[in-house]
């Protein structure tokens, strides 16, 4: 049985070694480890320049993980993305070339400016963790995890991620812009030489395949698995919400939790966690009603009021 302390002590060493580069966000880079700890994917929007690049680099190279990154454009092709057969003169046999989608770590930067088809080549290398080409299937490396991009102001020239490929990603994260004291360091640090320059590798493949196996065996009380199962029914009830989340997002939820309370030095679940991953593991997954959107309702702001409506396991205890 793995030790909760060998968890959290090589999570806490990938986060605080990323912290050095990601400035005063310790929230969002734990979210982006969980993801990672719960072989998931994460779509990351938010306007430019606030560290999205970086935040995939400096996790990559804290774990020694191979890294790639693919800018999405509308003239990027599937074939760039998962690899092409070229055919060798010398052998006189066709060789199969992998594309950038063949790394530890993927960067798909601003996914919503290549066409649906490009879009798509991602599908079977997210949930299936392989590639097929004319009728062959290459196995991806483990860990594979693909962190993506999107401007959430600029539409022109964009092609909006289907409902499908939404409900692909684990969570959905947003760093924003940071305070200003927050802000004088990063300048700081990056007077000279940029931080990411500097940090090396904390943690090995090897220890993060361990965590990957660790946390499945974080208890999940059945009271919190309820707690779960309503809050994701209440998104399919709600009257703003035409569709709520899905099965697999119940999952993500319940993969999640595990994940946080093991980062947090816990062998259980609790409430607590269920309520903090709520909204980057459901908010994506949910469409709003044609009336919410008119009057521009925001999914968070649904979530959070499931939240507050849904009662949490045990708490007629404390009354």
């Known amino acids: 049985m793995a030790s909760i302390e060998d968890v959290k002590n090589i999570t806490d060493r990938i986060i605080e070694n990323v912290e050095r580069v990601i400035i005063g966000k310790h929230e969002e880079v734990e979210l982006a480890l969980i993801a990672l700890v719960c072989q998931g994917h994460v779509l990351i929007e938010d306007v430019p320049g606030v560290g999205k690049t970086v935040l995939a680099k400096s996790i990559a190279r804290s774990i020694g993980c191979s ?12 074939s760039d993305v998962t690899g092409v057969n070229i055919y060798n003169q010398r052998t006189g046999e066709f ?7 063949f790394a530890q770590i993927v960067l798909a930067d601003e996914i919503n400016r290549a066409t649906p088809k490009t879009q798509s080549a991602l599908l079977e290398a997210m949930e299936e963790r392989q590639v097929t080409v004319e009728g062959v299937t290459h196995p991806l490396p483990r860990p594979f995890m693909v962190m993506a991009t999107q401007n959430p102001i600029e539409y022109e020239g964009t092609f909006p991620l289907p409902e499908a490929q939404l409900d692909r990603f684990l969570m959905r994260i947003s760093l924003g812009y940071p305070p200003k004291a927050d802000e004088i360091t990063i300048l700081e640090s990056q007077q000279k030489v940029h931080p990411l320059e500097e940090i090396g590798q904390v943690a090995t493949v090897e220890e993060l395949l361990f ?12 009271l919190v698995k309820e707690y779960v199962v309503e809050i994701v029914n209440a998104t399919r009830e709600h009257q703003e919400v035409y569709l709520g989340a899905s099965p697999r ?44 959107r008119i009057r521009n309702v925001d999914t968070k702001a649904i979530i959070a009021e499931i939240l507050s409506t849904v009662p949490v396991p045990g708490a007629q205890v404390l009354r």
Request: aromatic letters at 8%; zero cysteines.
């Open 211 to 222: 965590v990957q196996e660790a946390v499945r065996d974080v208890y999940v009380d059945k």
């Open 67 to 78: 890294f790639k990154r693919i800018q999405f454009t509308p003239d990027l092709l599937p």
């Open 95 to 101: 060789e199969f070339r992998p594309g950038p989608v």
């Open 249 to 292: 997002g119940s999952l993500a939820l319940f993969r999640t939790a595990q994940a946080r309370a093991a980062l947090h030095g816990r062998d259980y679940v609790i409430p607590d966690d269920i309520k903090a991953l709520a909204e980057p593991t459901l908010a994506h997954r949910l469409i709003v009603s044609p009336g919410a």
